[in-house]
């Protein structure tokens, strides 16, 4: 199995036994989306800041939230998505 095979649910598993890399996997899988969320709601509300400094705060945010994402009852990519939502 090559590591881009792993599902997002396994990763948030093997993170929760103590993995680093498997976050770590996930936000660079999920990088160029949040650059790209970051960047379209910044712009609509034309707010002016640095760029890695908005990532690092919801690298951190989606850390936090990733102890109550259920990997039985949805997609990871709804919960990226609607907890950078609630952060921006």
């Given at each position: 199995?090559?590591?881009?095979?792993?599902?997002?649910?396994?990763l948030?598993?093997?993170?929760?036994?103590?993995?680093?890399?498997?976050?770590?996997?996930?936000f660079?899988?999920?990088?160029?989306?949040?650059?790209?969320?970051?960047?379209?709601?910044?712009?609509?509300?034309?707010?002016?800041?640095?760029?890695?400094?908005?990532?690092?705060?919801?690298?951190?945010v989606?850390?936090?939230?990733?102890?109550?994402y259920?990997?039985?009852?949805?997609c990871?990519?709804?919960?990226?998505?609607?907890?950078?939502?609630?952060?921006?």
């Amino acid at each position: 199995m090559y590591l881009d095979e792993i599902s997002d649910d396994l990763l948030i598993s093997l993170y929760r036994e103590g993995l680093q890399w498997a976050i770590d996997l996930l936000f660079e899988r999920y990088g160029v989306f949040l650059y790209g969320f970051i960047n379209k709601i910044l712009r609509s509300q034309n707010i002016h800041c640095d760029y890695k400094e908005a990532f690092q705060e919801l690298f951190v945010v989606l850390i936090n939230c990733i102890d109550r994402y259920d990997e039985y009852a949805g997609c990871f990519y709804f919960f990226v998505k609607c907890s950078v939502e609630r952060r921006l």
